[in-house]
DNA sequence: CGTACCCTTGACCGTACTCAAACAGGGTGG
DNA sequence: CCACCCTGTTTGAGTACGGTCAAGGGTACG
């Protein structure tokens, strides 16, 4: 189930085989948590980092008041808190949004992994720098963009990341509730269930319990004004 | 003038003679750029990182229909895009915000000197890591926080940031117009205007032309529910 | 079969946007 | 030195997008 990660690595940049053992090796047994799992709490000392097998997990900020955004999502084969390495505590939570399938890789593997293999280093550090890549797109979403266009951005990226790790087929269980989804664009639960509706109306997708259904992603990208350079789907070589 | 930039590492991690002596001689003579000019344009191959050395930039996407996010603001010290290290090419622009004194740091020298001393490419990696904390707690504000909260998160954020190279006294030039506050926050630059003067008529701030004297950080800090979590500045040891 | 959570829709409200106009200040050229 | 301009700031009046409050309905699960 390690496949999903070598996918997202090899769809980005060329992994050897030598690379690959030497990856495989510092990869545990597959554990299981359930929907809604927080994996990683606010502020505790991590030793090993998450690399997610299979599901959908989430990133989240907690505000005194009870508000909430979610900053990011993450789909099979993402090291999900891979920045925990170097940063050691999280400020933020990190939560399963599925049933997920996910491995515990410890830091002091890692950190003799990418000693002895320096590229391997570069590809982890690219990988961090474009999750924040798609954390600045979610910024200029959240300040820009109206509540319909972050809607349909949101998912053409969750649908174009699924695709790198081939489990897009138009229809994806993205996990969350609306009152999720609200957290993730910055609006309330009421207004995502309006702008879901928008978009049904125009047969763009199809929305039920936390499963979506892509019906016109090229109408989607449109309503988005959707540019996927922002997800370095082909960079230079590293 | 690379002192902001080892400040800025020394504050978070212990540097040794031998690695500060390392960094030093891959930092070529500083170069001056003029207010308001592009340094990195989007999309363009990157050979060299920018160390800025004194002044204010910024990071900044582009819409097609002329709205524009300022993702993230970078002071002295910062390596402004040295995730270009590892992208290559950006999907955003840089911009000097003042007069800037910056480097231009060859990838090919920082390749080697993190072959050579590894734990400063843990450093480097950990500084990229704390620009997505950053991001995260932008996204934090633009999907949950009001204007004059978001606004005084950014300057209590800036000040923070100023402090750790030591060139905060409570007055700095962010070098910012209101028009370019707003693309910051996602508002507008009446907006911005109105909410500026809500902070000046508490006494909390002053404002003129891009120079800002914060008069009560406590009670900016109280307006913010500013949590400095985020900013990592007491990391575990790397 | 009950209960809890989530979704759905309606009516009303408020923060922030839009449009517009006046003003201030710094820089340039006549 | 002054006229002019350009950019940025300030304020007002009206508007709209999305929030709030509230109530009813669906669906899964114990």
Chains 1, 2 share one sequence.
């Not at 097998?53 to 990133?59: E, S």
């Not at 309330?188 to 979506?212: I, P, S």
């Amino acid at each position: 189930m390690i496949e999903a990660h070598l996918a997202k690595l090899r769809f980005r940049h060329p992994v050897s085989d030598e690379e690959e053992q030497a990856i495989r090796a510092i990869v545990p047994p597959a554990r299981h948590v359930a929907r809604n799992t927080t994996v990683v709490h606010e502020g505790e000392r991590l030793e090993a980092s998450t690399l997610l097998l299979d599901g959908m997990m989430c990133r989240l900020k907690d505000l005194a008041d009870g508000k909430r955004q979610i900053t990011q999502i993450h789909v099979a084969g993402d090291f999900v808190d891979i920045h925990g390495f170097t940063l050691k505590r999280l400020e933020h939570e990190v939560m399963a949004l599925t049933e997920c399938k996910l491995s515990l890789v410890p830091h002091e593997e890692i950190r003799q992994l990418i000693e002895r293999w320096p590229r391997l280093g570069r590809l982890y550090w690219f990988s961090t720098n474009l999750d924040a890549s798609m954390n600045r797109e979610w910024e200029l979403s959240l300040g820009q963009r109206s509540a319909v266009e972050r809607l349909a951005a949101l998912l053409c990226e969750i649908h174009i990341r699924l695709g790198v790790v081939g489990k897009a087929d138009g229809r994806f269980n993205l996990g969350m509730s609306q009152a999720q989804l609200a957290d993730s664009l910055g609006m309330t639960a009421v207004h995502v269930n309006r702008t879901l509706r928008m978009l049904r109306d125009q047969r763009l997708l199809a929305y039920r319990r936390g499963e979506v259904e892509i019906l016109d992603l090229e109408g989607l990208k449109a309503v988005a004004e959707f540019d996927d350079r922002y997800l370095y789907l082909n960079p230079d070589p590293l």
